[in-house]
């Protein structure tokens, strides 16, 4: 069974530019995360989703961060313009809706670094 | 306002000792606990889930224990191997599913 797949795995840009992420979650999960993870620090959440509903976005600048999940598969996160300070990587997570507690799988993440 | 507590200071443990980490919590009451464990450039992996009725949970060289009333989980790895070597995140999940995760304790095991 295939993992969670996001790509790009490495991105560069200049501030002030746009950048969009995408993860492809293991298939038959209903949930869908988009994490940030500063060096030395754990993921802190951005969105939650289950199935295409952003049940918890409270966390998300969205001056600036977007996030949609289409049909409830694949989801992409943008952020538009970039900062320097959103350099970090960005990681995307799915588990399925059964069961109380929801042990996450998560994806290799996308390291962005904002020039 | 809520705060999870991890060692941020590396763990350096000899080989074949057993490891424990430590995870503290304050103004929260979680529904469960889980433990993930994150190697370089890669996303975290999950290891344990303990819910919040019970007092220890293991798995092959695993343990891990939830005591409620200290908000304190353990973290053990017993006879401890090189490829141990990781970050290892303590998360806390609430009855509403939402989870937060810790900063991370690095173990480094000595050969």
């Known amino acids: 069974e295939a993992g969670v797949v996001q790509s790009p795995r490495y991105k560069i840009i200049e501030k002030k530019q746009p950048v969009a992420f995408w993860c492809n979650p293991i298939?038959?999960?209903?949930?869908l995360y988009w994490y940030l993870q500063n060096l030395g620090q754990g993921p802190e959440l951005l969105i939650r989703y289950e199935n295409e509903e952003a049940v918890d976005d409270s966390q998300l600048p969205k001056d600036r961060f977007s996030a949609e999940r289409l049909k409830g598969v694949d989801s992409t996160l943008k952020i538009q313009p970039a900062e320097l300070g959103d350099s970090a990587v960005y990681l995307c997570?799915?588990?399925?809706?059964?069961?109380?507690?929801?042990?996450?799988?998560f994806g290799p993440g996308t390291r962005l670094l904002v020039l | 306002s809520q705060k999870i507590e991890q060692n941020s200071e590396a763990l350096n443990i000899q080989e074949g000792k057993t490891a424990t980490l430590t995870c503290n919590y304050t103004?929260?009451?979680?529904?469960?606990l889980q433990w993930y464990r994150q190697d370089p450039g890669r996303g975290p992996v999950f290891l344990l889930l303990?819910?919040?009725?019970?007092k220890e949970k293991r798995k092959e060289r695993l343990k891990v224990t939830f005591d409620t009333t200290l908000k304190q989980s353990l973290f053990h790895i017993t006879a401890s191997q090189p490829a141990d070597s990781a970050t290892y995140l303590c998360a806390l999940g609430s009855v509403l599913q939402k989870v937060t995760f810790g900063i991370g304790t690095k173990l480094q095991v000595i050969p």
């Open positions: 997570a799915s588990s399925s809706s059964s069961g109380g507690a929801k042990t996450q799988y």
């Open positions: 103004n929260y009451s979680p529904a469960y």
């Open positions: 303990i819910r919040e009725n019970e």
């Open positions: 298939s038959g999960h209903n949930t």
